[in-house]
């Protein structure tokens, strides 16, 4: 096809200058990522308070135990966002054994925060809880909301803590520099931050 | 040339429109109830107000072409440029659709928002693929409790009662038409046993969805007897088309008669 | 390190077949790709509405291929009622989702708008590539449909619950097909966010020197604010989707209620709203009419002042400001589509109003195109006549939405055959029509030939009177009370309409067989149309500032500046956009 040969003969090798405009495009796509998926997790919530509203007793299967675990993981992911802070911070000041080091913390942490959701999540599981099945014999709906959002923010985890990895090793390699990381901050804060709505709504809010 | 036979085209399919909705080549039925000219005058109003805009809009955008096709020389803006159509369109269609807001707010609110009367005979109604049923409570004015494992379409019942146990359902009356008396206010309660269905009856002007899982009150007063057809307008699956019922609208006696009849066909 | 430059300035031209035209990472070819998926969805669409048509109009007609496309669907060819069903429902899928979400939006928008903004590709080329390879999952999944033994699901492109979440207990196509239609549905989503982030990074960060945002082609306008609306729509279809999978799937009840029986068996769940899904639905459904027509608006937009050879009124600000009106007003009204659904009578008033005020954006838009052809010199080439066409096809559609947009009248007209006339005209065939006066103008910038144009009017001088014998028919039986989504008229009062549904049904085998020219058109102008000069039409913008077909960066590595706004037209004359020369219509 004549737009290949077009090309070839147009000299690849010329290399554009950046747009005037452009700010760092991973970091505007990070952004918009999060509009998106703050509707997404809207939508999960909305569908979870609009059960929650229209459904006599529901269950609410938290104890003291529970709580207290839910606010250790909080703990464990908000002191991840400072750690992640943290690398962000030696990534600007180029300071490669740090990055390594504060992004190791955060996968840490964020490993940690899933090993405490998925032990609630067995507990659950093992007092009778399923998304289709309530231990009491009552509405099922707590099963199905708890977890389809919580499994959708561990999902985000999750993916978080292998997306850092691979952060971690493509700076280690210098493939990758400050913007990686910090668009992986965004990511992170992110999900931190949905946390935060997700907390009270599923925990505090279904303590018995 | 193009554009003369754009205008020519435009104009004669916006006059054959105006046309067939001015004759009423195929139009809305009779109305039959008290509520019903409440919205037939709001369609009437809106074929006014939108009928204006269609064919404005259609001619003014003909005149043009017709004459600004091919046209040479240096081209020009409309005087004002964009400033009087923005006003135009904020100002006059602003009023406009304010206008229709308000006064089909009026409409809306006199079918829905006005309590159902007091002394209105109450008809429960259970849609089902792909069929209604209706109930009438029957002597003692009261509908006996609901128990859906107990449905069974061989046993015909349709709706789960249990007679056996429930005193108020002994005496209840299921019936596969509906009859209602005329100029007696009607208190509807639309039920579905499976998936979305819909209850309309165009001569009454009445258009309700059953949702499963909700009880949905409708009411209204029909004025006219005679037999209309009540039809299913949300998919329900592969019955669809073939889901309706008959609703009779009786004199007073004659619905007496009738109920006795079903009453005693139970 | 030279890995690393190369990466800098974008990827390098590739390779081989496979690399270069199927799991190609350029943009232009990204957008022949979705071109041709959707004209090919599109005929599929189309031959779907012919057999629906034909089965309604004459029920004893044998259609063999269907016979043999399900031996148990439409056996001899005779359709049953439940198959009817399930054409209908992947006409819809197929036409809202992969026709008419895809083409004008993705299509158009991957070729044309990083060539509009100066750029040599998208912002992310390799996930533009997954988003056009999980779309064509998507439609596979949709078309895998049509191969298994109950067929597609027969719930309507809407798929409401709990007719769509309960499984084949509810009928068949119930159980495999609405599962798979739902996981195509979820891929679309994927994949539109996908797309509708990089054309916001492309748009806002790619753009070249002096291509401040007032100077952005006017198509590129109307795909930027429409990829926002993607973006935030398909973020809720998407949970939507996911959740009546899990009711399928996982036990759940989130849209089914207790209580429901079928077949005399009580079902397991409980709890669950239909109405749920409804919201969830229409939160996205409404903003998906309006991600469909605004690429239209912009296309159309950017047509006009080529041909009438003069600026738009009000210059590239009323249009865009009523397109962003459009936009941001659609997130607010999708409760219209409730109105006899069970919610609150007083929450359909407050749905009402906002519905209502959106005619006012849509008709300042459509009063821009109206009023830029007084004192114009027009020019009749083929895609203005298409951008006429729309124009026309979308007022006649505005107008059916006052109906529709009060609940009092909509409580007599909802559900009837007047709803289908009017989402015809206003989504359908008016952003058909623009994707055609797309198709038309873009086909020498794509291909480096020229379209026929004595095919072209005659196509569509066919298409224009088809629509309206179509689709007014359709609004006229709908004033009759003629229900829509039945698989033939049993009801006493349907009856008499029959006439009216031949003539529709007639009309519509004309409309289609016209397409055939177009398609005709289209690829024997790929090989032997007349070869096309760069900029065929006179236009300004950027995308005719580069050779027919463009070279893979699309400028051959030139930076360009654009000093204009692109909208420079006065009779003959005209300013590109990269020419330094002085403004001579002051854009």
Redesign the interface.
């Known amino acids: ?4 040969e ?12 950046a ?5 760092e ?1 991973k970091k ?2 990070m952004w ?2 999060i ?3 703050a ?2 997790f ?3 919530l ?2 979870y308070g ?2 929650r509203i ?2 006599v007793a529901w269950g609410t299967p938290f104890g003291f135990s529970s709580i207290l675990n839910g606010m250790i993981m909080t703990a464990v992911l908000l002191s991840s966002s400072l750690t992640m802070l943290a690398a962000v911070r030696a990534a600007q000041a180029d300071d490669g054994a740090a990055v390594k080091k504060w992004l190791g913390a955060t996968m840490l942490l964020g490993a940690i925060f899933a090993a405490l959701h998925l032990r609630e999540w067995f507990n659950l599981i093992s007092e009778g809880w ?3 099945a309530n231990p009491t014999g009552g ?3 707590f ?2 909301t708890f977890f ?1 959002v919580t499994g959708l923010h561990l999902t985000h985890v999750i993916t978080g803590v292998i997306a850092l990895g691979f952060v971690a090793r493509g700076y280690k390699q210098g ?1 990758y520099d400050q913007s990686h990381v910090e668009t992986a901050g965004l990511y992170w804060h992110f999900v931190d931050l949905v946390w935060m709505f997700v907390f009270p709504l599923m925990y505090l809010m279904n303590a018995h | 040339m193009a554009g003369k036979v754009f205008a020519v085209v435009v104009v004669l399919v916006t006059l054959v429109t105006a046309y067939c909705v001015v004759t009423h080549v195929w139009w809305m039925p009779v109305d039959i109830s008290v509520h019903g000219p409440k919205i037939d005058h709001q369609i009437e109003e809106t074929i006014l107000v939108a009928g204006l805009l269609f064919i404005a809009g259609q001619i003014v955008l003909a005149s043009f072409v017709f004459r600004y096709g091919g046209a040479t020389g240096k081209p020009k803006q409309i005087p004002g440029g964009a400033k009087p159509l923005v006003i135009f369109a904020f100002v006059l269609v602003g009023t406009e659709v304010l206008a229709l807001s308000f006064i089909g707010s009026k409409a809306w609110g006199a079918v829905y928002f006005e309590a159902p009367d007091p002394s209105s005979l109450r008809i429960d109604v259970q849609a089902g693929q792909f069929a209604y049923y209706f109930r009438y409570s029957g002597p003692d004015g009261k509908f006996g409790p609901l128990h859906p494992e107990l449905i069974n379409e061989g046993n015909q019942n349709y709706f789960g009662l249990d007679p056996d146990h429930d005193p108020d359902a002994k005496d209840d009356i299921v019936t596969a038409e509906i009859g209602i008396p005329v100029n007696k206010p009607i208190l509807l309660t639309l039920h579905s046993k499976d998936v979305g269905h819909s209850f309309y009856v165009r001569e009454l002007r009445v258009q309700q969805d059953f949702v499963p899982g909700l009880s949905i009150p409708v009411h209204f007063t029909a004025i006219q007897t005679g037999r209309y057809e009540i039809v299913c307008t949300q998919l329900c699956g592969l019955g669809h088309y073939n889901m309706k019922a008959y609703l009779s609208v009786l004199s007073q006696s004659d619905f007496d008669d009738w109920l006795k009849k079903q009453a005693a066909m139970q | 390190m030279a890995e690393t430059q190369v990466h800098a300035a974008h990827h390098a031209p590739s390779q081989g077949f496979i690399r270069k035209y199927v799991f190609s990472v350029d943009h232009k070819i990204i957008g022949i790709q979705y071109l041709t998926l959707s004209m090919v969805s599109a005929f599929i669409g189309m031959a779907l509405s012919w057999a629906m048509r034909i089965h309604l109009a004459y029920p004893d007609f044998r259609i063999p291929i269907l016979g043999w496309l399900s031996p148990n669907g439409a056996p001899n060819g005779l359709m049953t009622p439940e198959y009817y069903l399930s054409l209908m429902t992947m006409h819809g899928t197929i036409m809202a989702f992969f026709v008419l979400t895809a083409a004008p939006f993705a299509g158009f928008g991957n070729f044309v708008l990083p060539i509009q903004v100066g750029a040599a590709d998208m912002a992310f080329p390799r996930l533009n590539m997954s988003s056009f390879w999980v779309t064509f999952v998507g439609f596979l999944l949709a078309a895998a449909t049509f191969f298994i033994p109950d067929g597609p699901p027969l719930s309507g492109w809407t798929a409401y619950a709990p007719l769509s979440a309960v499984g084949s207990v509810a009928g068949p196509g119930q159980g495999l097909g609405q599962t798979l239609w739902v996981l195509s549905i979820a891929m679309f989503c994927v994949a539109s966010l996908m797309g509708a982030l990089n054309f916001i990074v492309t748009t806002l960060d790619m753009r070249t020197k002096g291509l401040t945002l007032s100077r952005l082609p006017l198509s590129t306008w109307a795909w930027f604010i429409d990829a926002w609306v993607s973006l935030l729509a398909f973020a809720v279809l998407l949970p939507c989707g996911l959740l009546l999978a899990l009711d399928r799937l996982g036990g759940t009840s989130f849209f089914i209620p207790g209580g429901l029986v079928f077949n005399d068996q009580l079902q397991p769940h409980s709890g669950g709203s239909p109405l749920l899904f409804q919201h969830l639905f229409w939160f996205f459904g409404h903003p998906e009419v309006y991600i469909i027509i605004l690429p239209a608006f912009g296309i159309v937009s950017h047509i006009f002042p080529t041909f009438i050879r003069k600026p738009l009124v009000g210059g590239w600000k009323v249009i865009t400001f009523a397109e962003i009106a459009v936009g941001t007003l659609s997130f607010v009204v999708w409760g219209h589509h409730m109105f006899v659904s069970g919610m609150s009578p007083f929450m359909a008033m407050v749905f009402s109003v906002p519905t209502l005020f959106i005619t006012i954006p849509s008709v300042i838009a459509v009063l821009v195109w109206v009023f830029s052809l007084y004192g114009a010199n027009i020019r009749f080439d083929t895609p203005m006549l298409y951008s006429l066409g729309f124009v026309s096809l979308f007022i006649t559609g505005g107008i059916g939405g006052f109906f529709l947009a009060q609940p009092s009248t909509d409580s007599y007209l909802h559900a009837t055959s007047f709803v289908v006339g009017h989402f015809h005209f206003t989504m359908g065939l008016s952003a058909i029509f623009a994707t055609f006066a797309g198709f038309y103008y873009w086909y020498p910038k794509i291909f480096g030939r020229t379209m026929n144009e004595k095919l072209g009017k005659l196509h569509f001088w066919l298409s224009f009177v088809g629509v309206y014998c179509v689709f007014i028919t359709l609004h006229l039986t709908g004033f009759a009370g003629s229900v829509r989504r039945y698989s033939a008229f049993v009801d006493d009062f349907m009856i008499p309409l029959m006439p009216a549904q031949r003539f529709m049904t007639i009309s519509a085998l004309l409309l289609g067989a016209a397409q055939f020219i177009f398609l005709f058109n289209a690829i024997w102008s790929r090989f032997k149309g007349p070869k096309s000069s760069d900029n065929p039409w006179g236009a300004t913008t950027l995308e005719w500032a580069t050779t027919s077909p463009p070279p893979f960066d699309n400028f051959g590595g030139r930076q360009l500046t654009v000093y204009h706004g692109p909208m420079e037209y006065d009779d003959e004359a005209s300013v590109m956009q990269t020419s330094p020369e002085a403004s001579i219509a002051g854009t």
């Open positions: 096809m004549s737009q290949i077009l090309m070839v003969a147009g000299g690849h090798e010329v290399i554009m200058e747009s005037p405009y452009g700010i495009k505007l796509g918009i990522f509009v998106s998926d509707c997404t809207g939508a999960f909305f569908a609009y059960m229209g459904t399923r998304l289709f509405p099922a709906q099963g199905a389809s493939r």
